[in-house]
């Protein structure tokens, strides 16, 4: 029996990148039809989007906009469900909400056996309006068991590094062939990703969507799909040690939009009308902000012996290379604030390997119009395996990470998606609250157990 499929938050990203997936799941009958919810607020903007679409949703259900920094109540959101679905066929819902609303549609799903498609990151928890960083394991941890007790039911999560053609097929593979092989764990990883955005100082305080306002930032943002791929570099380490017991341990600093006026030139920021400090004298602190850079040290040690695995760095910037040149955050386009994106990705296997990926965004007069390319090199000791050679390169052009999340919707809609599943991710989401507490407490390291 075919599925009716709800989308919860149906935003830019929705119509762009996914609709195309809905679209062609319906003409081969794995959906017999989709709906939408989403906040009053966007009644306009959807409507504009939905004219002229190969399919029409079935129905559109508007909520009432909640309160700044609340969720939508569980009855609201089994209202939602109830007035766009029917007892007719199987309901699955793909949530593509903010970030901050995620945990209260999940866990609709979890507890009444709807299978889910949850965009990255899983959640971001709130406290009185605000992010709470400690929250994230014990929630996920209850939802994970939730979602146990119905085996039948598959949550899966939206991130680009399951099924992408560079980092999972290539880089991930070959490491885990010369991981088994070797039985050699993984001793050295080092990630640095470059985000390029550049938001006025205003923008932090009034944006809705990706805000920072509510105390989460650039962690809850982009880099999820970077933090997904070291969490399953790390985890290869389960082959070479299977009867260790291992724990991150990380230290990290952050800085936040209140560090911005000081960090880019007056000249530059008067170019996009951004020049006046928009909190002198230290009036908004840092923590009223979520994070737009960090950086992180990681090491993974063996708890019984105290002995060192796995040493590494972990580099999440935003305030790198854009190309903005805009004043305000223009209509119509995709890319609002000018990000382009710079990945190095490095990871060694003691004396015997390692395999460094450089994948960068080519940019051109459009902003919405942006190649990537990556060079993957190789090193090994091939005195000791000739088999192997000393150095490769291979060159991969036109890698467009989108392919890789519509790789993953089209098997979460086809139902044979196993790669992203929701318990896949607990270590992840883990990953990034350690490195939060930690940045949250300068001198002191998070720890973090791997399952």
Known sequence: ????????????????????CLISAINEGHLSSYSIID?????????????????????????????????????????????????????????????????????????????SLVEKPVLAPLRDGRFEAPLITPIMRSLIASAARKPEVRHSVMTLSRYHRVYNDRVIAELAKRVRAWQAPVTSLHLRCAGGVWNRQ?????????PYKFGYGMMM???????????????????????????FQVGAITASPADQHLRIPISAAARIGDSEDRWPDSQVPAQHFGETD??????????????????????????????????????????????????????GLSTLFSAHTHCY????????????????????????YPGEDYVTT????????SDSNRALMTAWLRGSETRSLLADHLLPMQLIEAILIAAANPGRLASVDLP
């Not at 499929?5 to 935003?11: S, T």
């Not at 205003?202 to 990706?210: A, K, P």
């Open 1 to 20: 029996m075919s599925t009716q499929l709800v989308v919860v938050g149906f935003d830019e990203i929705v119509a762009r990148k996914y609709l195309p």
């Open 39 to 115: 906040l009053e607020s966007e009644r306009e903007v959807i409507s504009a989007r939905l004219r002229g679409v190969p399919i029409a949703p079935r129905h559109v259900h508007y909520l009432p906009n909640p309160c700044a920094g609340q969720s939508v109540s569980q009855d609201l959101v089994a209202e939602a469900f109830g007035r766009v679905t029917d007892g007719s066929a199987p309901i699955r819902a793909y949530i593509a909400t903010e970030v901050k609303a995620h945990e209260s549609y999940l866990r609709f799903c979890v507890d009444n056996g709807i299978g």
């Open 202 to 210: 205003e923008e932090y305080e009034f944006r809705d969507d990706h």
């Open 221 to 247: 943002h982009g880099a999820y799909h970077y933090i997904d791929l070291v969490v399953q570099a790390i985890q290869l380490n389960r082959t070479a040690l299977p009867d260790h017991r291992l724990r």
């Open 294 to 347: 960090v950086t992180a040290m990681v090491r993974l040690v063996d708890t019984q012996s105290g002995r060192t695995v796995t040493m590494g760095t972990l580099a999440f910037e935003q305030t790198t290379p854009s190309v903005r040149n805009w004043t305000s955050l223009p209509a119509g386009t995709y890319n609002k604030n000018g990000r382009t994106s710079s990945v190095d990705f490095e990871v």
């Open 361 to 384: 965004d080519i940019p051109t007069s459009d902003p919405d119009k942006i190649d990537a390319f990556a060079r993957i090199t190789t090193r090994a000791n091939a005195t000791l």
């Open 394 to 401: 291979e060159e991969h052009h036109g890698v467009f990470h």
